[in-house]
């Protein structure tokens, strides 16, 4: 079977980890993209900003025989807009909008001759309205209109684009919140827990890598938040 090569952005993080971990045990090579080098790596590292064109575009060129690229950069915002400084609004938006649309259209060059596969994050929060997201929402929001945008652009070469949306989600992001509000969330999730990288990872490789004929999609890995409601 063909080896083939993969780019995570963010992959030194807790879902881009776990994504490469399930990529590198069917024996795949994954680049690992960061602005921040980490002493729990897996796969190749590149330290990249991810936020900058020329990197970004150089990243691919070196790496233009690959299969699919994912975006599992990540931050996290909990502040109501009257609250969120310019600062930290544009922090988000580069990290979040700014890198995938960059992604975007690096990998979409580097697979135009041959397909492959474009794989994104967003949130739960860019369906449902949950207070103090709007930063993380509207960011979340522009990754899942591009995803659908950028499916149908590049369909007729045979590449796909997809999304998950979790839920809150155990990662170093969250790992300075206290058991009481983590206890809270869970109980905001139908399924009565947040959730682990490693119930969004076998759904993010299934979508990069086993889904030939799914493309435009968001798929929630939510524990039911944005759809069931539990209780009476």
Request: with cysteine; hydrophobic share 45%; charged share 20%.
């Amino acid at each position: 079977m063909e080896t083939k090569k993969w780019i995570v952005l963010g992959g030194t993080g807790g879902l881009g980890q776990a994504l490469t971990q399930r990529l590198l045990a069917r024996g795949d090579r994954v680049i690992v993209a960061s602005r921040q080098d980490r002493e729990s790596r897996l796969g190749e590292f590149e330290q990249v900003d991810v936020t900058q064109p020329d990197q970004i575009s150089a990243l691919f060129e070196r790496h233009s025989d690959l299969s699919g690229a994912a975006n599992c950069v990540g931050s996290l915002l909990l502040k109501p807009a009257h609250l969120t400084k310019m600062e930290e609004w544009n922090s988000l938006v580069q990290l979040h909008l700014t890198s995938s649309f960059l992604m975007c259209g690096a990998a979409a060059r580097a697979m135009m001759s041959r397909g492959g596969s474009m794989l994104f994050v967003s949130s739960v929060a860019a369906k449902l309205g949950l207070p103090n997201h709007e930063a993380i929402a509207a960011c979340k929001g522009g990754i899942e209109a591009m995803v659908r945008s950028a499916a149908a652009s590049y369909a007729p070469r045979k590449i796909r684009v997809n999304a998950v949306a979790p839920g809150l989600t155990e990662t170093p992001l969250i790992a300075n919140w206290s058991d009481a509000t983590k206890a809270t969330s869970a109980k905001m999730h139908p399924l009565g827990r947040i959730g682990q990288a490693q119930d969004l990872a076998p759904v993010m490789e299934h979508l990069l890598c086993e889904a030939p004929w799914v493309t435009g999609q968001v798929w929630s890995v939510d524990g039911g938040l944005s759809s069931v409601r539990s209780g009476p």
